[in-house]
């Protein structure tokens, strides 16, 4: 067993422990190289199967070719996809220019909470590492959220011996991260030995690559030369620039993602 | 497998205020893990605040964590050595944040103990020294930190150290190294301070690189709890992970408790890549068996020659996280790897003062302490000792929705080992429950006149009983005439079919076990006798006397008043005969006295008829 497939069995035993323990789950794919990775674990944990729905929140606002890749893996990979969104939000025109954590909050959290609600989920997967940014490097495996999907970080359950909270009161639900312990670079390690497709806004083109993907007006990429995954990953071993600089959410305060976090942003 | 890319965590813990941020924050920006403008952000974020520059914050991510300048959950970062990849995990010292600390310390292969050099030892510095023991830790290094504050001192930093490694020493840790430290001007963290030259260790980063990987418990014995069984085609998939051992394709499995076996057809994959036909301790798995047995989630599946432990007792140390106090004869859900079992609180052997080692007898276990309890289950559950396999031999508890404790198993005098698998099915009999339950079954029967206070004291001693953890009901005649007995009216043959119904269903319920207070007034001798006829040995008559002057002034259903006017027809006592025992097992006098002291006599007659043997609780315990 080498690190890679320590990090595989484990977050393969954290998905089928959400399949065992939950009632209704849902994986969330936001289409980024993580959330690949994740459907490719899935299919992997239940051998070819994916036995739930994946569900991606469209703001509206993607980069056009995530979508596109979208629509062509969940055909090819048979997938059970539900699209969310923020019906209300869209309509009276929300976008970035009203500021950017309303935005978030409005066009990402809201449509989440909404097909939460739509379609009674107790457990919805989503694919957050630890080193990706410091409130996320806090949270847990099972981490509960409240009836108005709020996190409580100064009261979380304890996490130990690959037990987690499983049992919750009626109306809550719970986020579950079996990447959490993964780093970006493992996740383009994995990436490299498994063949998984990413959308190509990762490989650079003119200089430039996406490193972090989300919604066009608010993410940019970063000067890069690195146009394959063995490139990505001889950059990152040597990068010093953080993962989410290209995220421009995240800047707005010095607590704007943690704000946008315990609200029940991913 | 290269070394250069699995990486070790390392649990870093202390009092409060100690510096274990700071150190990690100094450990970090010093092998240069921290990316281009973090710390010129942070710099801005403390110049905002109006305050000295705060190594904390790197990790302290959390607003609240850097208004009050404390760690509140841990956080995980990374940083690289020449050596190998490290996962630092920052535990809070806070009392009130103990669980966040396991949490951190359960998945760590070593850890930093830090110690402000000023205050030397304190509370939480010995309380996780302890945990970290307990929890299976081995190898710890401490850092004694703020040497600055103390001028590089040798006496006080050797004052210290011989503090903690005498602490250590007597809870069997012994510290691969103590080092002097200044986490933040960077004393001995990667390089050698010049302040302290008459020391002669290792620095921070090099007692780290010393430590040795955790390798995965492939050399026991195989253990794979079973996770799930899936149908999703003509397979029917057993999966779960290895956590010891190794499975090859053809072994013949046993499964505990239930002792049924079948050999692997085959290790199922999806993908290309891996079609090996063995698996060792670590890996997820899903595999298919030769032939239909009945397997679910809970089962450990282990080879023949090497079984678990089977018994329907465990001895534990435990850390307690919650809320409430545990308390004996409490009951919980108790996890264990996939398993999960209803336990009761046995005994509380003794609870542990973790500051000066001390131990007094406890009757219950308040939160962030640890005790050695006794606990017993229904169904045997199968384990190892902590000591021969720390993952079967580790457990949390469950009370409500949440995980509040932590327990490593003890390695028990003559234990019924695993052997007896499968020797037999236990027959579901008067005498198996009565083990399981831990007190035989009978029928109280209650009689005596409308207001003599059967319904109350019942009520009350149900209440008792059901808080030891006894299986104990209560059928009430008010209650089944307006049920079963609806049909029913007051005339001496309806009475009589009353209680001939409610005397088939008391016997019924004692017979799987219950002990079943029955309140009737049944005034009847015959009809009473016929209740005993259907199983003497269990029935057990109180006459639960009260003069009827008595009952009439109590009257708490206003019934003696209706009936005086006329209203009720056929009242006992007044228009109608009470024929009191004449040999009852108990006569429970209830005038002049408390509804306290007949419980407590009651009570006190149903310890002595239902308890067990002592030859039974041997035999309930397994010994």
Redesign the interface.
């Known amino acids: 067993m080498n690190d890679l497939d320590a990090l595989e069995s484990q977050s393969i035993y954290i998905l089928r422990e959400a399949f065992n323990r939950l009632d209704k789950i849902a994986l969330l794919w936001s289409i980024g190289k993580d959330s690949n990775v994740l459907l490719w674990l899935v299919r992997k944990a239940f051998l070819g199967h994916v036995p739930f729905p994946v569900i991606h929140v469209d703001t509206h606002h993607k980069i056009p070719e995530m979508i596109e890749f979208r629509d062509r893996v969940a055909r090819e990979w048979n997938l059970p996809l539900l699209i969310g969104q923020n019906d209300a939000a869209l309509a009276e025109g929300m976008g970035p220019h009203r500021g950017r954590v309303e935005c978030c909050s409005a066009l990402k959290t809201e449509g989440l909470k909404q097909v939460i609600a739509d379609h009674k989920l107790t457990g919805v997967i989503a694919g957050i590492r630890r080193d990706e940014e410091g409130t996320r490097a806090k949270e847990r495996v099972f981490s509960p959220r409240s009836e108005t999907a709020e996190w409580d970080v100064k009261d979380q359950p304890p996490e130990f011996w690959g037990q987690f909270k499983t049992d919750f009161p009626a109306g809550t639900h719970i986020r579950i991260h079996p990447l959490l312990a993964w780093t970006e670079l493992d996740v383009w390690r994995y990436i490299r030995r498994e063949s998984i497709p990413v959308v190509n806004l990762y490989f650079s083109k003119n200089g430039k690559r996406y490193r972090s993907l989300g919604c066009a007006p608010c993410t940019s990429p970063i000067d890069s030369t690195a146009s394959s995954v063995d490139e990505i990953i001889e950059e990152l071993e040597t990068t010093r620039i953080s993962e989410r600089s290209g995220r421009a959410q995240d800047r707005e305060s010095e607590d704007a993602f943690e704000r946008l976090r315990t609200g029940g942003y991913m | 497998?290269?070394s250069t890319?699995?990486?070790m965590n390392i649990v870093v813990v202390g009092h409060v205020d100690h510096g274990k941020s700071t150190l990690v924050g100094r450990l970090l920006h010093e092998t240069?893990a921290?990316?281009?403008?973090?710390v010129e952000t942070l710099r801005e974020?403390c110049e905002?605040r109006g305050m000295p520059f705060e190594w904390a914050f790197v990790?302290d991510?959390?607003?609240?964590e850097r208004d009050q300048g404390i760690t509140?959950?841990?956080?995980?970062?990374?940083f690289r050595t020449q050596a190998r990849p490290y996962?630092i995990i920052d535990a809070p010292g806070h009392k009130e944040f103990l669980?966040?600390m396991?949490?951190g310390a359960?998945?760590a292969e070593a850890a930093l103990l830090v110690i402000d050099a000023a205050e030397g030892v304190r509370e939480q510095s010995r309380r996780h020294g302890y945990l970290l023991h307990l929890?299976g830790l081995r190898q710890v290094a401490v850092a004694v930190n703020k040497m600055d504050l103390v001028n590089f001192d040798q006496a006080r930093f050797e004052e210290v150290k011989a503090e903690i490694v005498d602490y250590l020493g007597s809870i069997g840790l012994s510290p691969t190294h103590v080092i002097p430290v200044a986490a933040r001007s960077g004393a001995n963290i990667s390089t050698r301070a010049a302040e302290t030259p008459w020391y002669t260790g290792p620095t921070v980063l090099a007692a780290l690189d010393g430590f040795a990987p955790a390798l995965?418990d492939t050399d026991l014995p195989l253990r794979f709890p079973i996770?799930?069984v899936?149908k999703?085609d003509h397979?029917r998939?057993i999966?779960?992970?290895i956590e010891s051992g190794r499975l090859t394709v053809g072994d013949t499995l046993v499964f505990a408790p239930s002792g049924k076996s079948a050999r692997v057809a085959s290790l199922?994959h999806?993908?290309?890549?891996d079609v090996s036909d063995r698996a060792?301790a670590?890996?997820?798995v899903?595999i298919t068996l030769d032939e239909q047995i009945f397997v679910e989630?809970g089962q450990i599946a282990t080879h023949a020659d090497t079984p678990p432990i089977l018994s329907h007792t465990i001895a534990a140390r435990l850390f307690w996280?919650g809320r409430n106090p545990l308390t004996v004869g409490a009951r919980y859900r108790l996890?264990l790897?996939t398993a999960e079992h209803t336990v009761e609180v046995a005994a509380i052997r003794r609870v542990i003062d973790v500051v000066d080692l001390g131990h007094h007898d406890g009757i219950e276990v308040g939160r962030n302490a640890v005790a050695e309890i006794e606990l017993r289950t229904r169904a045997p559950v199968a384990h190892d000792s902590f000591v021969d396999n720390p993952r079967l031999g580790?457990f949390?508890l469950?009370e409500?929705?949440?995980?509040v404790g932590?327990g490593v198993i003890a390695r028990a005098e003559g234990e019924q080992t695993g052997a007896t698998i499968g020797s037999g099915i236990i027959p579901v009999d008067l005498h198996a429950r009565s083990l399981a339950n831990g007190h035989r079954g009978g029928v109280v029967w209650l009689t005596g006149l409308s207001g003599a206070g059967k319904s109350t004291i019942a009520a009350e001693v149900e209440r008792r009983l059901f808080l030891r953890g006894w299986q104990v009901t209560i059928l009430d005649g008010d209650a089944l005439r307006l049920g079963l007995n609806s049909d029913l009216g007051f005339s001496p043959k309806d009475r009589a079919e009353n209680i001939r119904r409610s005397g088939e269903v008391a016997h019924l319920l004692a017979e799987s076990g219950l002990i079943v207070l029955a309140a009737f007034i049944s005034p009847y001798r015959a009809d009473r006798d016929r209740v005993r006829t259907i199983n003497p040995e269990a029935f057990h008559e109180i006459h639960v006397a009260t003069a009827l002057a008595e009952c009439e002034r109590r009257d708490p259903k206003g019934l003696y008043g209706k009936a005086r006017t006329g209203a009720i027809p056929q009242f006992t006592g007044l228009s109608a005969p009470y024929e009191p025992p004449e040999t009852p097992d108990l006569t429970l006098a209830t005038e002049g006295r408390s509804i306290e002291d007949c419980v407590t006599e009651l009570l006190h007659y149903i310890d002595n008829t239902f308890a067990l043997t002592a030859k039974e609780q041997a035999e309930r315990w397994g010994l």
Do not use: C
């Open positions: 497998m290269t890319t699995t990486p240069g921290l990316p281009d403008g973090k974020v905002r990790m991510a959390l607003q609240a509140i959950d841990t956080a995980r970062i990374r996962v669980k966040n396991i949490t359960a998945s929890l995965p996770q799930d899936y999703f397979r998939l999966a779960g992970k199922e999806w993908g290309a890549g060792d670590g890996r997820s899903a989630r996280l996890k790897a580790r949390v469950v409500g929705h949440d995980i932590g």
